[in-house]
């Protein structure tokens, strides 16, 4: 940060100013943070995904039929949803050989079930969005 003294009217007058590589470099880590931020988005935010993390918070463990039964998708979907999130490390799967035939648990990691703080926030924001208009 550099002081500049500017004369006007005779008067001095101090001003902090950035230097244009300072600036350079706060624009460049904005547009990182919001290029990471859309790459997570990326992730979470596809469709089902969302739907599907918030479930296993909720729940802990949930059967594979049991996803698919609460939110009513097909089971080609919900099996391609589950993998791209197992390959982000977000859930986990195991398959249960104690029954015939076996059944599959899923569950969030302990990196995805950090995002229960957010959920919790994201859905106090919701509540503040969807009321904006009933306050009209």
């Keep these: 940060m550099t002081h500049t003294k500017i004369i006007w009217n005779k008067v001095y007058y101090s001003i902090d100013m950035e230097s244009e590589d300072e600036s350079k470099i706060k624009r460049k880590k904005i547009a990182t943070d919001v290029c990471k931020a ?43 949803k589950l993998k ?33 703080a957010i959920f919790i926030g994201l859905d106090k924001w919701i509540a503040k969005w969807e009321s904006r208009n009933k306050l009209n």
């Design 38 to 80: 859309l790459g997570i988005w990326d992730t979470v935010g596809k469709k089902w995904s969302l739907l599907i993390l918030r479930h296993l918070s909720a729940n802990d463990i949930m059967h594979f039929n049991e996803i698919k039964r609460l939110l009513g998708i097909s089971s080609n979907v919900l099996a391609k």
């Design 84 to 116: 791209q999130l197992e390959q982000e490390g977000l859930v986990t799967r195991r398959a249960v050989y104690e029954n015939s035939p076996p059944r599959v648990e899923y569950k969030l990691t302990p990196l995805a079930k950090e995002l229960d």
